[in-house]
Structures are given as structure tokens and as C-alpha cells.
């Protein structure tokens, strides 16, 4: 394997214990979304357009297990927390258009990329805002091209609204090939789904979607739930809760609010550390209760025993890092070396994407062809939904073990007790899991983690136990 090399910035060597106190400052992109700040921290790594096709190609080459991924960029409104690529609503008619040059960019990937695929996700957006007919043409077409691994499976996501309205795609669906489908619930109070631009998913809408959903034969069903908004309190995040529990679906998957890119991102500051780790506890004390299990720091509960709950494209992505290839409007795809994003990601609007596919040009607005340590921080970022690193997938990814990779960092986290060995797994104790934002930054890019340093502060330190507080100036040096 041939990683790009890093730029001075990404060959320092940070303290541990000032990036995860730097973490736990930055709670709100501290987080998942990796990376921060890509302009300046991946600037030195993008490609030009003139050379992308064959840098595409060389990434892809020799790669024999992949997911896939499709992004429907469509939604009836756009909820105030999306951070996601939508269009607006002057292009909602074009979901026709749009779902033709889906299936002709797959024909454009084709001869570049090859092998089984383990996992399909229809994301969006709302993906059930298509027509049902669409979506079948699309999983058809990607099975047409691709070779299916054992263990392979198909996952959609509905709204509330959708689902209660229209049983007959919902059948579809199941009829088309996928078995897993997730509903967004994310919060039940009116008045927060007000300021969410979400009161056409209210509570009344709920148990006919889930009648509509079961009678149409799934019993792989997801509901995803939202936490860490500014105006929810913990009474009403337990309402929400035992509201989702009642539904009775196999999984629940907790997102915390992330509000960057967001229309509410002016919020993000009136939210505190410790009230977010009030409602995970809560989440984790109720869903345990009612039969659901996770391990520390994993946001995904399920109640059925030796299933993680995740879809398999999801499952694959964070326990083994497996490359996955993105279509549609300002997806991501990602080889061993290089991350993408197609056209469309910056400006939210259908043309650059569809003008790229009719030219029959991969529409891909950037590429990134990063070194070892961007892609080692992809991996555990991604790992961490499942709050664990999976040793042996990483050794085979990037050829060094964890400890040989992270040394002064895993000495820190085991110290102090914030992750643990098993036979398997690095993963996070419960300490670990309330301090996820700090142990999370640790395995970040060294210019991630100065980004971090350098940022200004915001009031999480006195959230710090006194084991883990490190006096910090203000701005640095």
C-alpha cells in the first residue's frame, strides 16, 4: 500500500494529554465527522481535476470487497439539524432525472471498479421520497453489476410521514430486495419539532408508520432518535425514549446533535457538555432496561442477540474499514489511500452533478489522496460508532499495529482508564464513553489535533474531572 506523504503539519508530534483535553473543548466537532476543517487540513492532499480519474483508478485497483452507497438528495423540507447534501425545494421535481444519472454514474464506476459487495445503503435526504419503482431499478442495476458476498444485505431509510402514508412502497421495498429499513423519530415534543421544521413527523404518525412497516414483512427496523439540542430537556428526552421503546423496533440508534453545517448551528453554544452526558446516561440506563444492549460509546442498541443492529454496508465501514463507493449528489467514497466527494457537496445543487455524468465524466468535485495518518483517523473516527478498534482489521489496513501506530496515546487512555483490551477490541470503558470527544481526538491527524488546540475556547473545562483537567491559555502560542 502507497499512502501520499504528509505535509510538515501532519508530522508533528502533539501531547496527548493537551489534544484530549482539546477534544473535550471542541464537543461539538469533536466527533465522528472526520475531518475537521478539510480546507486546511486536507488542502495539501487534494488532486487536481486533470489527474483525478487516474488517481481514482489506481485507488480502485485490486480492491475485491467494497460497500455502496446512494445518496437521494430529496426531502419534503429540510429539517433545521440536516447537515446532510439536500437540494432545495425548486428541485424536487427533477427526482426522475436525478435517479437516471444515479444508474449511469454506477455504469461510470463500473470499469474502475470491481468485486463483491457486502452491504448497499440508500441514504438521503429522504430516499422514500422517490417513487418505489426507482429505487427497485436502482438495486437491480447494482446487483446487475456487482457480485454479492455472503452475508450481503440492502438498507432504506423512511420518515414518519412516508411510511404512514404509503404502505404500498413500503411493501416495495421488501419486494426489491431490502430487508432494513430506519425511520427517523428523532424527538416527540411539538415544540422542539417546531424549531426542528419537523412537525409533519410528529407522534400521531408513528404507530401507523410501524403497523405499515411490520405488515409489509420487515423485522430488521431501526428507529433513530436525536439528542443534545439546546431546548430538550432530560424529562423530555425520557419521553422520547420510552416513546421509541413502545414502537418495539429491533434497534435504536442515538445521534448527538452535530451543529456544524447546520441551520441552527448559532445553538451549538448554549448546549453543555455535562447535560449531553446526562441524556446518553439516561438512554443507556432506559434502553438497557427495556432489553436493548450496546458497548460503551456504541450508538446503535439492539435487542436481538448476536445482531449489532447496524446495516452491513455500516457494519463493514466500522469494523474492518472496508472501502465503499458513493453515487449521487455529493457522496463520499473512500479506497485505502483516498477519500472523495462528488459533485454537488459545496453548492447543494443538482446541476454540476447531472452536467458531469452526462459529459460521462466521474462527478467528483474532490479527491484526496492522504497519507497514513488521514486515513488511520478515517478508520477509528468511523470505528468509534461502535466505541471499539478492531485490532486485527486495523494491522491488516495499514500494516503497523495500534500500539506501534499510537503509543504515547493508548499509554494515555489505559492509564487512566478510559479504554480497555479485549481479545479482539481497544474499546471504551464507561469513562471512556463519557469522555468520547477527548479519547476520540487522540487518533485524529496531528493538523486535526492543532486545529483543535488552536481553536478558541469554549466552556467544557470546568466538565473535566479532576484526574483529566489540564490548565489551558487561551489562543496558545
Known sequence: MTWAAPSAADRERLAPDEVFAAGERNHHVSNTAYPIAHDLTWGPYRVPRVEQRTVAELAWRGIDD??????????????????????GQKELDRTEAYMDRLERELELWAPLVSGRLHGFDIGGGTPAFVAAPRIARLVEK???????????????????????AEPAKMRAYLDAGIERISMGVQVIQPDLLRVLNRSGNGADLHRRAVDNIRAAGFRRFNVDLMYGFADQSIDSWRATLEHAVALGPEYVTLYRMRYKLTRISHQAERVRLDEVRAQATLAKELLTEAGYSASPGKNTYSRVPGDVGTSEYLTKRVIEGMPYLGLGLGAQSFTHTTISYADGAVGKNLLPYLRSVDAGRLPLQDLYDLPRTHMMAKFVAVSFYFGEIDRAAFAAKFGVTLDDAFPDELAFVRSRGLMVDDRRALGLTPEGARHFNGVIALFFAPSVQRYLLERPLVAAEEDLPDHLRLPLAVGGD
Request: hydrophobic fraction near 40%; proline fraction near 7%.
Open 142 to 164: 447494482a446487483h446487475r453489476t456487482f457480485a454479492r458476498a455472503p452475508g450481503y444485505g440492502v438498507s432504506i431509510e423512511t420518515t414518519p410521514k412516508i411510511a404512514a
Open 66 to 87: 467494497l460497500c455502496l452507497y446512494a445518496h437521494i438528495p430529496f426531502c419534503e423540507v429540510r429539517c433545521a439539524f440536516c447537515e446532510y447534501t439536500v437540494v
